[in-house]
């Protein structure tokens, strides 16, 4: 069997790495246009940073695992074709703010429908609105393709920062598939790559508008808890209880649970913002305006935790920051990951740079081009130092803001009463994630604020 998957990004890259990984008698291609990333898939600099992957793909690279450009020959040769394509929220024309733009999945299946002859089986791996795999059957089945096709909906559930342990011991594969014989067929062909490593009680086979509407709805669960959670940190500050304790206490409800309800500057990533917004959309276009605008309010709730902090900072040093050094640690929008989406970072960096504060910005992994592009900088702009590491940042600085739970920020693990040496006084810390004691921070002499935590 050859598989092919369009789209070399976050997805598609570890998912196809894992494939080639567990199935050595697999051929996989991975096909890009974007030759940078390409060649960064070939060499020992992948574009995506997950703990142990590189491993995954030196391993397989050269024997059956395969990253190219050549995106035509790679759907002529393959049984099997992913789609991994990014589907973000159009900022254009209907639906602008809300919907998903599905222009690279338009492009893509049009082209297999011109290249692609005898039986192919398409696989949706892009988080998609529900009922896209029927615009991409009838775009496969325009008069005068080549080929036969089963459209089937697979929608990944990586966490960043944690993809290799999720793609080798997933909680779930969710496959959807339709009700006939030859989409039955499609969609055991994939259950049993899955089933090579993946125990079969833990592949879940359903039609095929559930699969994809399952994903929208995991991601908007889990970004509306975050939400509930921030608000409730709100609360907290205002009336002296500590948001971790409540946390602690409401999460040993077993009907509630421990996960996601930690508090902090808010959600990013390349999905929970867009998935919910997806599904604002969906509900709105379904003439369900309550349910709609019930949903809207999870990513509202996220828009003000950022501008809370943000405003925080501002009224703790003296309300102003112009010319201040304000040191930041971490910039991607969770551990264990270079990727920047919607991270909470950008948008707080953002308003105290309208507020003219000079930024010192320390992260592992991100580079200095992406910080810069994010803030809408052009790269050398004197507002913005890029940091080798934290007490470099933290040299001279009036205030530190911890923006990304990087193990290395903990108070645990870093030497704090340094940070406090290098920074002006009087030295504030704002910690963002809940990362450290605030009363050892202030022990050693900081002003420190945390999230959701009542003085």
């Given at each position: 069997?050859?598989i092919?998957c369009?789209?070399a990004?976050y997805?598609g890259?570890?998912?196809m790495a894992?494939?080639?990984?567990?199935?050595?008698?697999?051929?996989?291609?991975?096909?890009?246009?974007?030759a940078?990333?390409?060649?960064?898939?070939?060499?020992?600099?992948l574009?995506?940073?997950?703990?142990?992957?590189?491993?995954?793909?030196k391993?397989?690279?050269?024997?059956?695992l395969f990253?190219?450009?050549?995106?035509?020959?790679?759907?002529?040769?393959a049984?099997?074709?992913f789609?991994c394509l990014?589907?973000?929220?159009?900022s254009?024309?209907?639906?602008?703010?809300?919907a998903?733009?599905?222009?690279?999945?338009?492009i893509?299946?049009?082209?297999?429908a011109e290249?692609a002859?005898?039986?192919k089986?398409?696989v949706?791996?892009?988080?998609?609105?529900?009922?896209?795999?029927?615009?991409?059957?009838?775009?496969l089945?325009a008069?005068g393709s080549?080929a036969?096709?089963q459209?089937l909906?697979?929608?990944?559930?990586?966490a960043e920062?944690?993809a290799v342990?999720?793609?080798?011991?997933p909680?779930?594969?969710?496959?959807?598939?339709?009700?006939?014989?030859?989409g039955?067929?499609?969609?055991?062909?994939?259950?049993d790559i899955y089933?090579?490593w993946v125990?079969r009680?833990?592949?879940?086979?359903t039609?095929l508008?559930?699969?994809?509407l399952?994903k929208?709805?995991?991601?908007?669960?889990?970004?509306?808890?975050?939400?509930?959670?921030?608000?409730?940190?709100?609360?907290c500050e205002?009336?002296g209880a500590?948001?971790?304790?409540?946390?602690?206490?409401i999460?040993?409800d077993?009907?509630?649970?421990?996960?996601?309800?930690?508090?902090?500057?808010?959600?990013?990533?390349s999905?929970?913002?867009?998935?919910?917004l997806?599904?604002?959309?969906?509900?709105?276009a379904?003439?369900l305006?309550?349910?709609a605008?019930?949903?809207r309010?999870v990513?509202?709730?996220n828009d003000?935790q950022?501008?809370r902090?943000?405003r925080?900072?501002?009224h703790?040093?003296?309300?102003?920051?112009?010319g201040?050094?304000i040191?930041v640690?971490?910039?991607a929008?969770?551990?264990?990951?270079n990727d920047?989406?919607?991270?909470?970072?950008?948008?707080?960096?953002?308003?105290?740079?309208e507020e003219r504060?000079k930024?010192?910005?320390?992260?592992?992994?991100?580079?200095?081009a992406?910080?810069f592009?994010d803030?809408?900088r052009k790269?050398?702009?004197?507002?913005i130092?890029?940091?080798a590491d934290?007490y470099?940042?933290a040299?001279?600085?009036?205030a530190?803001?911890?923006?990304?739970?990087?193990e290395?920020?903990?108070?645990?693990?870093?030497?704090?009463?340094?940070?406090y040496e290098l920074?002006r006084?009087?030295?504030?810390l704002?910690?963002?994630r809940?990362?450290?004691?605030?009363?050892?921070?202030?022990?050693?002499?900081f002003?420190?604020e945390?999230?959701g935590?009542?003085?």
């Amino acid at each position: 069997m050859n598989i092919c998957c369009i789209g070399a990004g976050y997805v598609g890259g570890p998912t196809m790495a894992m494939i080639a990984h567990k199935c050595p008698d697999i051929r996989v291609n991975v096909v890009d246009i974007n030759a940078a990333r390409i060649a960064a898939w070939n060499s020992d600099e992948l574009p995506v940073y997950e703990p142990g992957l590189l491993e995954i793909v030196k391993g397989a690279r050269g024997r059956n695992l395969f990253f190219s450009t050549d995106v035509d020959g790679g759907i002529v040769g393959a049984d099997l074709i992913f789609m991994c394509l990014p589907t973000p929220t159009k900022s254009y024309g209907e639906g602008a703010g809300s919907a998903a733009d599905m222009t690279y999945i338009e492009i893509s299946a049009r082209r297999i429908a011109e290249l692609a002859k005898g039986n192919k089986i398409i696989v949706e791996k892009s988080t998609v609105p529900v009922r896209t795999a029927e615009t991409i059957r009838r775009i496969l089945d325009a008069p005068g393709s080549g080929a036969t096709f089963q459209v089937l909906s697979n929608p990944e559930f990586l966490a960043e920062g944690t993809a290799v342990a999720d793609l080798e011991n997933p909680d779930r594969v969710l496959i959807g598939a339709e009700q006939t014989p030859e989409g039955q067929k499609a969609l055991q062909t994939l259950v049993d790559i899955y089933a090579r490593w993946v125990p079969r009680d833990n592949i879940i086979t359903t039609r095929l508008w559930s699969s994809e509407l399952s994903k929208l709805t995991a991601n908007a669960f889990l970004a509306q808890r975050i939400s509930s959670i921030n608000a409730m940190s709100a609360v907290c500050e205002a009336s002296g209880a500590d948001v971790q304790e409540v946390a602690r206490a409401i999460g040993k409800d077993k009907r509630i649970g421990p996960y996601f309800l930690h508090a902090s500057v808010g959600f990013g990533g390349s999905c929970f913002q867009k998935d919910v917004l997806n599904l604002v959309y969906l509900c709105e276009a379904f003439n369900l305006p309550e349910v709609a605008e019930y949903w809207r309010q999870v990513v509202k709730m996220n828009d003000y935790q950022r501008r809370r902090f943000a405003r925080k900072v501002l009224h703790k040093l003296f309300s102003t920051v112009s010319g201040k050094r304000i040191a930041v640690f971490g910039f991607a929008f969770k551990r264990d990951t270079n990727d920047t989406r919607e991270s909470s970072a950008i948008y707080i960096c953002r308003d105290l740079l309208e507020e003219r504060a000079k930024l010192a910005i320390y992260d592992p992994k991100v580079e200095a081009a992406q910080i810069f592009k994010d803030l809408g900088r052009k790269e050398g702009d004197a507002s913005i130092e890029i940091c080798a590491d934290q007490y470099e940042a933290a040299a001279n600085a009036d205030a530190v803001l911890i923006l990304t739970e990087w193990e290395q920020f903990r108070s645990k693990n870093m030497d704090y009463a340094k940070v406090y040496e290098l920074m002006r006084k009087p030295a504030f810390l704002f910690d963002g994630r809940n990362l450290t004691d605030l009363s050892q921070m202030r022990a050693i002499g900081f002003n420190a604020e945390g999230i959701g935590k009542g003085l």
